[in-house]
């Protein structure tokens, strides 16, 4: 299977880990994934507001440029997941930005939202499944592990329609597949602190203190994320709790392909 | 050749605005068979009835069209302008020119062109209708009430108190349903039970009321005036004419670790048990699931201690067949299960409790005898956080996207009550709106507010979690505009009622209707709100909308009324549109008799003159009027064109079909 993927900035400078693990294991399931020709920075969280629309352009183009080519766009980090998603999701639904962005862009046939935003994890969980990547564990972790969600894979739930946004699940069946048992707390989905962290790193230090205090209270030993923000938060900001990885990481451990 | 009147409606602004009503009376006017053509602004009032009654006589009218509202509304309205007139009221066609135009257009000179065509099809049709005559069928002087809850209890009382039979089926092995599991009730505070129990007893010593508990409706037939039932008695393994209700059973019984229902769970009973003790009947039941004897055969010491040996361990289910002439439907309700809010820790947590589990823990005769003490250690709780709108009121899917409108009056409820007898506790409630319209509703919130001091916090609840045993209770307070955590010892869960799941099987019995939410659908949201769209059929309770007791006890006393009416009468007026075989055409083949939903089609051997002297026997259908409900079904399938239904018969509905081809 060959799908269309953007990485963004950070993949290619902080977490080069997710990228490179994400790869490995991608391969090891048959999966390939094709980086998208000149993809430029999703645009972080600016294509939020409303009335701006250069900053969503980058997310169109990477989105036009998936339609013409399966249809389908991966992604792995959950900022830029969330904002192209959510930037498909106003070309889908919303006139006016639909409108402007076709105009800036030029593009041979208009966009409209055709293309399917797709998280890596979903991919592992409809194209690939579960159950196959139980079969393709050579290494199962057989240790306790804790999802952390943090709010950018699940909200906007509407948009987003990840998972259960106050009881997600699927990050959980990830750590069954790969033959850990998952660990469920109750701050596996509240904020890490997010940007603040730039002006002032106490309050992502309470928050990322309290998601990791909270994991270890419930007995895990160690906690994954999909989220480069999030991880670098907990890591620096955590209080040194627990060790924080890559969800991918873990993937390319169980199937042997970590290196 | 028809003397055709046509009458057409402005319903005010209504159709007028967007059907020049005059140009299509005028246009009428012009074609074969009409006579006389009119508009007016309001037909229905009783000068447009007038009208019509006018025109009837002074023009000597054969058969009349009135374009105006759906026939739902007031085709019977027409009927009997009509026959005043001495016209036979099935000579009378409603073309609807409002719902089906007027409201659905907006261009003035298509809905007038469209609206021409309509009232041209129902002149099409009236050319071939045929003075027709109701039938009678006789009243089955019983009711049916399912449901034994305050709703069915209510009903019953009332209907027999007239003077009529009424069957109470409960499937529970007692009557009382929720209202018996409540402690107090708001807002005068009066003890539930005691002021349940004594119409329980009511019910019980009421020469004309059966109560069939431990039952379940299996199957209905028939129609109003005329319903055949089928009741199910569950094997309660134990006779209901010996038993005397001396508990001596559910004292000796060694199997004692069944989760007590009746207490939400909250504490366990032995496998033969009497689910409270003011049950009615009386009467001991055995969990077939738990009784040992029954699971391996060994035991049956209920048995051997029973004084009136009234256990029998080899009972069977059995199946009664009653008459019924109406059905009152008080299925009633139950909580939402939890399984989509893990966010507030229900499952994880035995000090997260729902409200009606709180209603078990402050009743003098639930699991704690009426102490409030924390399921998990027994102590009493010093700081309790109420959160409501639990599933209520929710957009995400994972709940009800109603209100359950009983919530915020028992949860304030709830706060006073804990106020007043422990007044060392802290009370705390997160709502999204405080809604308690009602009689001395809003008063009884405001005094749990300010006299008790609740502490009332405006916003949801993000989730619930136990640090060491304390229940940290994560929401926002949107006044203050800040997120809190409040530490509990015990969290109540004002969970969103949904109506009793089987309800759905009862409904496709009746053919009654039912919603998305499974809430009973009424005939009309406000001027028959208490019957159901299928004659005969009528509602009572939270099986048809939330609602509180004292709503319940009057819907269900309306119920009452409603049946009592229909009860007096000694016959009923049956549909004249009914299906009317062809003999010589029909070939006896029995498809229409498959088809016929309501019983009313046989088959009879009869005797034919083939000429010449020679005689034939040949199988023929016979529809009993009374039985059809004209629904049509039979026609459709008839492969041989030998079946019509009156009023609505091929040859009427193929000219409706040309008259509006011909445009």
């Not at chain 2, 023009?59 to 009997?80: D, W, Y």
């Not at chain 2, 045929?130 to 034994?148: C, F, W």
């Not at chain 2, 004897?293 to 029973?306: A, E, N, S, V």
Request: proline share 4%; glycine share 8%.
């Amino acid at each position: 299977m060959k799908i269309c993927y953007y990485p963004g900035c950070t993949l290619k400078t902080k977490a080069k880990e997710l990228d490179r693990t994400a790869r490995l294991a991608a391969a090891a399931l048959g999966v390939e994934m094709e980086e998208i020709e000149n993809w430029q920075c999703c645009g972080a969280v600016y294509p939020m507001g409303t009335d701006e629309i250069a900053t969503k352009l980058s997310a169109v183009r990477a989105l036009d440029y998936a339609k013409h080519n399966g249809g389908k766009l991966l992604t792995l980090c959950s900022a830029c997941h969330n904002v192209i998603k959510r930037t498909n999701e106003d070309m889908k639904s919303n006139a006016d930005i639909a409108f402007r962005a076709n105009n800036y862009l030029k593009l041979e046939e208009t966009y409209a939202g055709e293309t399917e935003v797709i998280h890596y994890l979903e991919m592992l969980k409809n194209e690939v499944g579960f159950d196959n990547i139980k079969k393709a564990v050579v290494n199962p972790l057989n240790r306790k592990i804790g999802a952390y969600y943090g709010c950018l894979l699940l909200r906007p739930s509407g948009i987003m329609a990840f998972d259960n946004p106050e009881n997600p699940t699927i990050i959980e069946d990830f750590i069954r597949a790969l033959g850990g048992t998952p660990v469920v707390y109750p701050f596996r989905n509240e904020c890490c602190g997010a940007y603040v962290s730039l002006k002032n790193s106490e309050l992502p230090k309470k928050k990322s203190e309290k998601i990791l205090a909270s994991a270890k209270e419930k007995g895990a030993e160690e906690v994954i994320t999909a989220c480069p923000l999030c991880l670098y938060n907990l890591q620096v900001n955590g209080g040194d709790i627990l060790p924080v990885k890559y969800f991918t990481e873990l993937l390319a451990e169980a199937l042997g392909v970590k290196a | 050749m028809q003397r055709i009147g046509v009458f057409i409606c402005w319903c005010g602004s209504n159709i007028a605005a967007t059907v020049d009503v005059k140009k299509v009376a005028e246009t009428i006017k012009a074609e074969p068979g009409v006579v006389y053509s009119e508009n007016y602004q309001y037909m229905c009032s009783e000068n447009g009835q007038q009208l019509i009654k006018n025109a009837i006589k002074e023009h000597n009218l054969t058969a009349i069209v009135v374009g105006a509202c759906s026939p739902r509304m007031h085709e019977a309205t027409f009927r009997k302008a009509a026959e005043a007139a001495g016209l036979n009221p099935y000579m009378v066609e409603i073309a609807n020119i409002r719902e089906h135009c007027s409201w659905i257009h907006k261009d003035m000179d298509e809905a007038t062109e469209k609206a021409v065509v309509l009232v041209r099809t129902a002149i099409a049709k009236v050319k071939l209708n045929a003075p027709l005559m109701s039938g009678e069928s006789p009243v089955v002087k019983r009711a049916l009430v399912i449901g034994g809850g305050i709703a069915g209890i209510q009903a019953a009382l009332d209907i027999a108190d007239a003077g009529f039979e009424v069957d109470i089926v409960e499937k529970n092995a007692t009557i009382g349903g929720r209202m018996a599991q409540l402690d107090k009730t708001f807002p005068t505070l009066d003890c539930s039970a005691c002021i349940l129990t004594p119409k329980m007893v009511d019910c019980a010593q009421h020469e004309k009321i059966d109560i069939l508990s431990y039952s379940e409706v299996e199957e209905v037939k028939g129609f109003v005036g005329n319903f055949n039932v089928k009741i199910r008695r569950k094997a309660r393994y134990v006779d209901e004419t010996k038993c005397t209700g001396c508990k001596i059973c559910m004292e000796k019984c060694p199997s004692k670790k069944g989760l007590n229902d009746f207490n939400m769970g909250l504490n366990t009973r032995p496998a033969i048990y009497i689910p409270f003790a003011q049950a009615i009947p009386n009467v001991a039941v055995i969990d077939p699931e738990q009784c040992i004897k029954m699971k391996t055969g060994k035991c049956g010491i209920c048995q051997k201690f029973c004084g009136v040996g009234a256990i029998d361990y080899t009972q069977k289910d059995e199946f009664i067949d009653r008459q019924y002439g109406a059905i009152v439907v008080a299925t009633g309700f139950k909580p939402i299960a939890l399984d989509n809010f893990n966010e507030y820790g229900y499952a994880d947590n035995k000090d997260v409790i729902t409200s009606l589990e709180l209603e078990r823990l402050m009743n003098a005769a639930g699991p704690s005898d009426g102490v409030l003490v924390r399921p998990s250690d027994g102590k009493h709780p010093k700081v309790i956080t109420f959160i409501q709108c639990v599933g209520s009121r929710d957009t995400s899917g994972c709940g009800k996207p109603y209100c359950s409108k009983i919530c915020c009056m028992y949860t304030a409820k709830h706060a006073m009550l804990i106020r007043e007898k422990y007044p060392d506790t802290e009370v705390h409630v997160f709502y999204i709106d405080v809604r308690t319209p009602g009689k001395n509703y809003d008063e009884f919130y405001r005094r749990a507010a300010e006299q008790y001091g609740v502490d009332y916090i405006k916003g949801m609840v993000g989730k619930v979690y136990n640090v060491n045993g304390k229940l940290m209770v994560q929401g926002s307070n949107l006044i203050d505009n800040e997120q809190i955590t409040i530490e509990s010892d015990l969290v109540v869960l004002a969970t969103a009622i949904e109506p009793e799941p089987s309800v759905r099987k009862i409904a496709t019995l009746l053919t009654a209707s039912i919603d998305t939410n499974n809430f009973l659908t009424e005939s009309h949201a406000k001027l028959r709100p208490v019957e159901s769209p299928t004659a005969g059929v009528y509602l009572a309770g939270v099986c048809q909308g939330p609602k509180d007791i004292p709503e319940t006890v009057s819907q269900a006393s309306a119920c009452a009324a409603k049946v009592i009416g229909l009860l007096v009468k000694d016959k009923l007026k049956t549909n004249a549109c009914v299906a009317t075989p062809d003999e010589m055409m029909c070939n006896g083949c029995s498809q229409c008799a498959n088809v016929c939903a309501y019983g009313a089609i046989t088959y009879v051997e009869k005797e034919f003159r083939l000429g010449g002297g020679k005689t034939e026997v040949r199988r023929v259908v016979s529809v009993n009027p009374a039985v059809c409900q004209g629904c049509g079904a039979c026609t459709v399938t008839c492969p041989s064109g030998a079946m019509d239904l009156k009023g609505f018969s091929s040859k009427q509905i193929m000219s409706e079909v040309e008259a509006i081809c011909k445009m």
